[in-house]
C-alpha cells in the first residue's frame, strides 16, 4: 500500500520510550549534557527539507546548554561548495547537512572534523556509520539511509520477480506498455543501472575487508564485459531505451504502463493511490542485485570554535528518536537510528526499502568516484542505443576512467 504519515500514536509511544530511558524527570538529551553553553553560538546549515526538524532539536538545546542555535537555510545544491570556499578562511558554519559522498573530497580538504559518537554507534544501522567511517574515524552524524529498490503495482504484478527475465516476462504479461521502468535517457544512469551491474560481479572499485573502498577499478574484466553485452541484448529488446528519461519513467508508472519502475522513494508521491510493493531489484547476471546506499547526515566543521558543542547536539539532540523521526516524516527516507527506524518501518513502503538497503553497498565516497560519472553513464547509453560495439566501449570506459585516476 502507498506511504502514509504515521500515526502520532505510534510517534507519541516511541517518543516515551525514549523519554523513560533517559529519567522520569527530564528528557534523556538534557540528562546527558553537561557542557556550559552560556555566550557560545552554534551555526548550522540545513536546507529547507531538514529546517522544522533540527529547529525543534535546537530548541532543547539552547534550553539545556544556554548556547544559541542559528539555523540557517540554505539550497541543497549549494551547501557543498559553499562550505568547500567559506570553511578554510574561517567562515561558514559549525555544522552543515550533507551527504555521505560528500566526505572524500571534504576530508582531502580538511574542512571537516572527526565526531565521537561513543556508545551511541551502536544504536545506528550499521552501513550508516560505516559510510561516514574513514581511516577508522567517523567524520558524520547520519541520520537517513536511502536506496533504490524494484518499485512494483501490485495490481499489474501480484509476485514479485526472482529474476531480470521473470519481471520481463511478468511485464509482458501484464500487457502494459513498458514491461519494466528504468530511467536510462542519452546520458545514462550508472547510479540506477548499478545494482543489475553488481549482479555480474563488477563493482565499481576494490573494498577493503571492513567493506571501505579503495582507488582500483574493479569494473571491468570479464563481468563487466558481460554487463555491457547484456545491456546491449537489453537495449535490442527494447527492455531498455535511451527515450525513457527520469520524466518519462515516472509518468508512465503512474499512468499504470508498466508493473515495475526501479527507483527509490523519492518518487512515491507521483504514485498517488496506486498498491504498491518494494521489492529487492531482481539479478541479471545470477549474482545479488545490490544497489548503491546514500546516507544523508551532519558534518562538524574543521574550523569550528564550538567543536565540543557541536558535538554534544549532534550526538544527543539529533541522535534521539524524536528528531530522526522528524527528519523520516519530511524527507522520507528510513532514519538511521535503529530504534526510529524501526518505528518507521511500520509502514512496509519504508520497511521494503529499508530491507533492500539492508544488503545494499555505500556509494564510494573517494575522490576518485569523480572520474568515474564522467564516463560512466555515457558509455552505458551508447551501448543501450546500439551506438557501440559492448566489449570495446566498455574497455574504453575502464581506460579511460583508470587514465583520469592516474
Not at 556550559?36 to 529547507?48: K, Q
Not at 582500483?216 to 553485452?229: H, P, S, V
Not at 555505500?362 to 576518485?368: A, I, K, V
Request: glycine share 10%.
Amino acid at each position: 500500500m502507498r506511504r502514509s504519515i504515521l500515526t502520532a500514536a505510534a510517534l507519541t509511544a516511541t517518543l516515551a520510550l525514549a523519554a523513560c530511558s533517559g529519567g522520569a524527570d527530564e528528557p534523556a538529551a538534557e540528562e546527558s549534557t553537561a557542557l556550559d553553553g552560556a555566550g557560545a553560538t552554534l551555526t548550522v546549515w540545513v536546507d529547507e527539507t531538514r529546517q522544522a526538524a533540527v529547529e525543534d532539536a535546537a530548541a532543547g538545546f539552547e534550553e539545556a546548554t544556554g548556547a544559541k542555535v542559528e539555523v540557517v537555510l540554505k539550497n541543497f545544491e549549494d551547501i557543498r561548495p559553499d562550505f568547500l570556499a567559506q570553511v578554510p578562511t574561517g567562515k561558514g558554519p559549525d555544522i552543515t547537512v550533507g551527504a555521505h559522498d560528500w566526505l572524500g573530497e571534504l576530508t582531502t580538504n580538511g574542512v571537516v572534523a572527526p565526531i565521537e559518537l561513543g556508545d551511541t554507534a551502536d544504536a545506528f544501522e550499521p552501513v550508516s556509520v560505516s559510510a561516514f567511517t574513514q581511516d577508522g574515524q567517523v567524520y558524520g552524524l547520519p541520520y537517513a539511509v536511502e536506496n533504490i529498490a524494484l518499485i512494483r503495482n501490485t495490481e499489474l504484478a501480484p509476485e514479485a520477480p526472482a529474476t531480470w527475465d521473470d519481471a520481463i516476462a511478468a511485464g509482458k504479461d501484464a500487457g502494459t506498455k513498458y514491461p519494466l521502468l528504468i530511467q536510462t535517457s542519452t546520458e545514462g544512469d550508472p547510479y540506477t543501472f548499478y545494482p543489475l551491474q553488481t549482479s555480474f560481479g563488477a563493482p565499481v572499485f576494490e573494498q577493503n575487508e571492513d567493506g571501505s573502498y579503495k582507488p582500483e577499478l574493479a569494473l571491468g574484466g570479464e563481468g563487466g564485459t558481460a554487463f555491457a553485452e547484456w545491456l546491449a541484448e537489453q537495449g535490442e529488446a527494447g527492455n531498455l531505451s535511451t527515450d525513457v528519461t527520469y520524466d518519462i519513467a515516472l509518468a508512465a508508472f503512474a499512468k499504470g504502463e508498466s508493473p515495475f519502475i526501479v527507483g527509490g522513494p523519492w518518487m512515491l508521491e507521483s504514485f498517488g493511490d496506486l498498491d504498491l510493493a518494494i521489492d529487492p531489484i531482481p539479478s541479471a547476471g545470477g549474482e545479488p542485485a545490490r544497489p548503491f546506499v546514500g546516507v544523508a547526515g551532519f558534518y562538524v566543521s574543521a574550523q569550528s570554535e564550538n567543536a565540543l558543542l557541536a558535538n554534544d547536539f549532534l550526538v544527543n539532540y539529533m541522535a534521539t528518536p524524536e528528531a530522526q523521526l522528524a527528519l523520516y516524516e519530511a524527507g522520507d527516507r528510513p532514519p538511521a537510528l535503529i530504534e526510529a527506524a524501526d518505528t518507521a518501518s511500520e509502514d512496509p513502503i519504508t520497511a521494503g526499502f529499508r530491507e533492500v538497503g539492508a544488503d545494499a553497498v555505500p556509494m564510494p565516497s573517494l575522490p576518485e568516484m569523480g572520474a568515474v560519472w564522467a564516463y560512466w553513464g555515457v558509455t552505458e547509453a551508447a551501448i543501450v542505443s546500439g551506438k557501440s560495439d559492448p566489449a570495446k566501449a566498455w574497455d574504453k570506459m575502464v581506460a579511460d576512467i583508470q587514465g583520469e585516476i592516474g
